[in-house]
Nanobody, 130 residues
Framework: QVQLVESGGGSVQAGGSLRLSCAAS????????MAWFRQMPGKERKGVAA????????YYDDSVKGRFRISQANVENTVYLEMNSLKPEDTAMYYC???????????????????????WGQGTQVTVSS
């Protein structure tokens, strides 16, 4: 059973930056696709970014392109989300997710679909004030 633990959330003013971390324990030695999702109050959970276990090109939601960056650490199945130029609309609970394979899906079952992820963290709150 893979367990994911997020850290790095907090409160920041608009224009500021935060870095989220997600560490997986109990995982295999192989790198897997990992992603960040967020859920705003009263809204459905939505994909923010994902990175394949192959080290391929990351995926981003249009709302965060150019501001957020997902990366993998040298430690297997540890992923970061660097968030810059934060806006009040980025306020949400952020969740880390991991697949059980290295690819992040395709087509209608692409990286943005929460159904393709096998493991989820408990979430970390990000609050951006104006």
């Amino acid at each position: 059973q893979v367990q994911l633990v997020e850290s790095g959330g907090g409160s920041v003013q608009a224009g500021g930056s935060l870095r989220l971390s997600c560490a997986a324990s109990g995982s295999s030695s192989s790198r897997v696709c990992m992603a960040w999702f967020r859920q705003m109050p009263g809204k459905e959970r939505k994909g923010v970014a994902a990175i394949p276990g192959t080290g391929g090109t990351p995926y981003y939601d249009d709302s965060v392109k150019g501001r957020f960056r997902i990366s993998q650490a040298n430690v297997e199945n540890t992923v970061y989300l660097e968030m810059n130029s934060l806006k009040p609309e980025d306020t949400a609970m952020y969740y880390c997710a991991a697949r059980d394979q290295e690819y992040c899906g395709r087509g209608h079952l692409g990286w943005f679909r929460d159904a393709i992820y096998a493991s989820w963290g408990q979430g970390t709150q990000v609050t951006v004030s104006s």
